[in-house]
């Protein structure tokens, strides 16, 4: 069995040795099914961990807690992260297989609300997966709305996880640590296939505000057919070595040569995405594939970081905080959202990084096993260091090593 893709956080967890280690030591796995990727979430315990962690010395049963206690199980491991592409689902259901996720999958816990073959899950693929789950795993997915798992998500990370957060701008990320008392209110702006804006007032207070159907798919899809490039990876590494000038119109090209001053635009700015196109007798074939690759992710990123300010104008928020798997943690991405996002709010408005961008929902679903006893998740230090300058990096891969995260949890619903 071939895992699609492995990041960062997976290649330093999760080689073959350690994955058979893992077997019968991990629980409460969550998934978020979106329309490009599957992202997994799972609790393992450490393996020097007991699992109870406080109360008392007496015998413990296999899954190292404890049998008739007066105690709640303290459980403390790492959350790690994985992810497969959708159309690949049989890769996962394998994996999940492979690692008797079915068999302790869903918690250690007895209590008849959270049976062992019910696994958090949220995105579109939660209601479309849903039998296939059902029919090779014996998994019941208990559903977690997809907006509620997105914040969930990122307030756990911003307020749990030291060194999530940070800012690129022109090569250099700068960790920010956020006062929690100052959190709200924020734009969150998730680039999955298509784009969700929504307003984050608290905990659970929020509103979807905007959204758009120009997202990661489309750069995908678009990339796909215009370069005939194999993967996401492929496209994203290309449009590195691109130039967009080829193909985008600038100001420049429309003024000669000069800027459009009294409206605020220098020469170099683009004034039409793919707008040389039009002009000469030029055939897809006659561009070289990273300049389209380039002009490509110029466009969407620009396009949803001015949706974003919009947006973020619209309610007088400050803060945008983007995530999503479209960013992967791509430099030249970043960039443009950035100075996109400081161009337009004239430098009001901070556009915000996460390290565990791709993993808000699947966390937020994560998060949504507190209902059914899991109290108290507590993480423990940062996911590593914060994140190193960027500026010799393409991606965010590198930044991403050990991006497990450490943490503790009680189960509350463990019989007395
Ligand atoms: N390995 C990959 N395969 C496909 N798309 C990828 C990959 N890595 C990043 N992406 C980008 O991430 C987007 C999906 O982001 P994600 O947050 O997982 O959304 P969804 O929930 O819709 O799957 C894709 O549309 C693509 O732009
Ligand atoms: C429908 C979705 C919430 C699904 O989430 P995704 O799988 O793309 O992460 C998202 O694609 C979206 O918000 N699309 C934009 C639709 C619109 O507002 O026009």
Redesign the pocket.
Known sequence: MQI??KDGVVKAQFEENELKKLTGEVSHVAL????????MVFFCRDNNCSGHEHGNKSSKDTNGLTNGYSEYPVLKGKLHFL?F??KRINECVEFMSSKQFQSNGGCFCKAPACDKNIIKAT???AFRFADLFKEKLGITLDKVD?MDSLVAGVNFLLKGVTGEAFTYMDGKNEYVQIDQNDLYPYLLV?????VSMIKVDGDDKFERVSGTSV???????LGKLLTKCK???EL?ELSHSGNNRVIDMLVGDIYGGTDYSKIGLTSTAIASSFGKAVSGNKELEDYRPEDVARSLLRMISNNIAQIAYLNALRFGLKRIIF??????GHAYTMDTISVGVDFWSKGEAKALFLRH??Y??ALGAFMSYKKDGLTDLITHHSASEPPKNLSNCSTVQDLNENGSIECTFQLSNWPV
């Open positions: 699609m893709e978020d099914i979106g329309g490009s990727l599957i992202k992810k592409e959708t995105g579109g693929g997809e998730n680039i999955g296939s298509g997202g990661g798919g489309t750069f995908w899809g993967s996401f990876d994203l995530g999503g798997f479209f960013i992967r961008e791709g808000l929902g």
